[in-house]
């Protein structure tokens, strides 16, 4: 049973019983926690995300528990106003929303991964992490401004034609002092008190993604972020250079921009450090921007080294694309990496709530790579859409075949007349 709020986590957790084997290839199934079903929020819905994962194939469930610096668990360190929102149960494992959820899954078949979103924090100023850190936590641009300073997290009016922020929110600087271990603490803590878990989804890994895309800082030109002071007098100490700042000070540019990248991945290893610790065998997974070179350049994102460090044990590539022939392009290029086997490929399938068959088509168009599993973006947006929901479904392995068509009955024999001979095949036929 999780801890009483207020109470501290318990220094160890007993072993779980063993989790399903992963299935190969995966299915997964991201389930928002502000989306319309609200289903920690809701016990009457529960029943319907459980029989649509088993409808869509599903093996696994990413239910976002952690967003904006609030907690829909039971926790000591976020703002635990949603958690106290959601729903209580009279049966094991003590009434708590997600600990039941995760029960009832696992009596399914179904693995479930605690979503969080680690380096964004919304629009929320007022999260427990930044009132204990201070403004320093979050991130500053190459003028010295920081987020909290931009109208509504997003670049200034008089700047929009040239850029913007593509999400705007308040996000977290990985590289200042107290955010990595404040952040690792809090997933740690999740993992403690819902040991039945089957995984940790990182999502918001990255530094914001600025528009108009530009492939690192060294030209000099449109905007970064990384730049408060501690975090340039931390890059100043280690590396005994000065950090770039504003457009008259670009030296050093390439350096700064491997140091912010070997910041973010320095933090996946903290994290993942920390929860492997609490929760021996807990799944290590990110979702990521599917393009390698933008993810590693313009959001020092290095999922692929991620993977190679084992700091996390498989990739989500968010590939939400309508251009059918880029989503061609990107999946087989994401198929042929070394990697292809941890890979599970986010599919934006709320894109074609009015056009299911397109959905069906990209859902195919992967799994016809045997190695790529799959992940449905969201239970949400496929719930709402019926035709959607039903089209996903016969992609399922486990959908029945089409029935075939009842022969047409017999003509009558009669004597056969002479035929010419068949065609010869074209050259090369089999």
Same mark, same amino acid.
């Given at each position: 049973m999780p801890a009483q +709020?207020?109470? +501290? /986590?318990?220094?160890?957790?007993?072993? =779980? +019983?063993?989790l399903p084997a992963l299935a190969a290839p995966p299915r997964a199934l991201w389930v928002l926690c502000e989306g319309s079903q609200r289903v920690l929020e809701r016990a009457d819905h529960v029943p319907g995300l459980l029989a649509d994962a088993k409808a869509l194939g599903v093996t696994d469930l990413f239910v976002q528990v952690y967003r904006g610096g609030r907690a829909w668990f039971d926790s000591t360190l976020a703002d635990t106003a949603p958690w106290h929102a959601t729903w209580r149960s009279p049966e094991p494992p003590g009434g708590d929303a997600l600990a039941t959820l995760i029960a009832r899954a696992r009596a399914e078949g179904l693995r479930v991964h605690a979503w969080v979103n680690v380096l964004s924090l919304s629009k929320n100023a007022e999260a427990p992490l930044l009132?204990?850190?201070g403004a320093g936590a979050v991130l500053t641009d190459q003028w010295g401004r @920081? &987020? &909290?300073?931009? =109208?509504?997290?997003?670049?200034?009016?008089?700047? #929009?034609? @040239?850029? #913007?922020v593509g999400t705007p929110a308040i996000y977290l600087d990985p590289a200042a002092p107290g955010v990595a271990d404040r952040l690792a603490a809090i997933f740690e803590e999740l993992l403690r008190r819902y040991p039945d878990l089957a995984g940790l989804h990182l999502d918001y890994i990255r530094y914001p993604d600025v528009l108009p895309y530009?492939? %690192?800082?060294?030209?000099?030109? %449109?905007? @970064?972020?990384?730049? *408060? /002071?501690?975090?340039?007098?931390?890059?100043?100490?280690?590396? *005994?250079?000065?950090? =770039?700042?504003?457009?008259?000070? $670009?030296?050093?540019?390439e350096r700064?921009?491997?140091?912010? #990248?070997?910041? &973010? @991945? %320095?933090?996946? !290893?903290? $994290?993942? !450090? #920390?929860?492997?610790?609490?929760? =021996? %065998?807990?799944q290590l997974s990110a979702a990521v921007y599917p393009d390698v070179e933008r993810a590693y350049l313009g959001l020092y994102q290095d999922w692929r080294g991620w993977l190679e460090a084992g700091s996390i044990d498989f990739a989500v590539p968010m590939l939400y694309a309508k251009d059918e022939r880029l989503f061609r392009y990107q999946v087989d290029e994401l198929a042929g990496l070394p990697e292809a086997a941890r890979l599970w490929i986010g599919l934006g399938s709320w894109l074609f709530a009015g056009e299911p068959a397109r959905a069906v088509a990209q859902t195919q168009l992967v799994t016809g790579h045997e190695a790529l599993g799959v992940a449905f973006f969201s239970w949400d947006s496929i719930h709402d859409e019926p035709a959607l929901r039903d089209a996903l479904a016969t992609t399922a392995p486990s959908a029945p075949a089409p029935e075939p068509a009842a022969p047409e009955p017999a003509a009558p024999q009669e004597s056969p007349a002479p035929t010419a001979p068949a065609p010869a095949p074209p050259a090369g036929a089999p």
């Amino acid at each position: 049973m999780p801890a009483q +709020p207020g109470e +501290p /986590a318990p220094a160890e957790t007993a072993a =779980p +019983p063993a989790l399903p084997a992963l299935a190969a290839p995966p299915r997964a199934l991201w389930v928002l926690c502000e989306g319309s079903q609200r289903v920690l929020e809701r016990a009457d819905h529960v029943p319907g995300l459980l029989a649509d994962a088993k409808a869509l194939g599903v093996t696994d469930l990413f239910v976002q528990v952690y967003r904006g610096g609030r907690a829909w668990f039971d926790s000591t360190l976020a703002d635990t106003a949603p958690w106290h929102a959601t729903w209580r149960s009279p049966e094991p494992p003590g009434g708590d929303a997600l600990a039941t959820l995760i029960a009832r899954a696992r009596a399914e078949g179904l693995r479930v991964h605690a979503w969080v979103n680690v380096l964004s924090l919304s629009k929320n100023a007022e999260a427990p992490l930044l009132r204990e850190l201070g403004a320093g936590a979050v991130l500053t641009d190459q003028w010295g401004r @920081s &987020l &909290l300073d931009y =109208p509504d997290y997003d670049v200034p009016e008089a700047e #929009r034609k @040239s850029y #913007r922020v593509g999400t705007p929110a308040i996000y977290l600087d990985p590289a200042a002092p107290g955010v990595a271990d404040r952040l690792a603490a809090i997933f740690e803590e999740l993992l403690r008190r819902y040991p039945d878990l089957a995984g940790l989804h990182l999502d918001y890994i990255r530094y914001p993604d600025v528009l108009p895309y530009l492939p %690192g800082t060294r030209f000099g030109v %449109g905007l @970064s972020f990384g730049y *408060g /002071a501690a975090t340039r007098a931390r890059f100043q100490a280690e590396t *005994g250079l000065e950090a =770039p700042f504003a457009a008259e000070r $670009i030296g050093n540019a390439e350096r700064f921009d491997a140091w912010r #990248r070997e910041q &973010l @991945s %320095g933090l996946v !290893a903290t $994290i993942a !450090a #920390r929860a492997r610790a609490a929760r =021996p %065998g807990v799944q290590l997974s990110a979702a990521v921007y599917p393009d390698v070179e933008r993810a590693y350049l313009g959001l020092y994102q290095d999922w692929r080294g991620w993977l190679e460090a084992g700091s996390i044990d498989f990739a989500v590539p968010m590939l939400y694309a309508k251009d059918e022939r880029l989503f061609r392009y990107q999946v087989d290029e994401l198929a042929g990496l070394p990697e292809a086997a941890r890979l599970w490929i986010g599919l934006g399938s709320w894109l074609f709530a009015g056009e299911p068959a397109r959905a069906v088509a990209q859902t195919q168009l992967v799994t016809g790579h045997e190695a790529l599993g799959v992940a449905f973006f969201s239970w949400d947006s496929i719930h709402d859409e019926p035709a959607l929901r039903d089209a996903l479904a016969t992609t399922a392995p486990s959908a029945p075949a089409p029935e075939p068509a009842a022969p047409e009955p017999a003509a009558p024999q009669e004597s056969p007349a002479p035929t010419a001979p068949a065609p010869a095949p074209p050259a090369g036929a089999p």
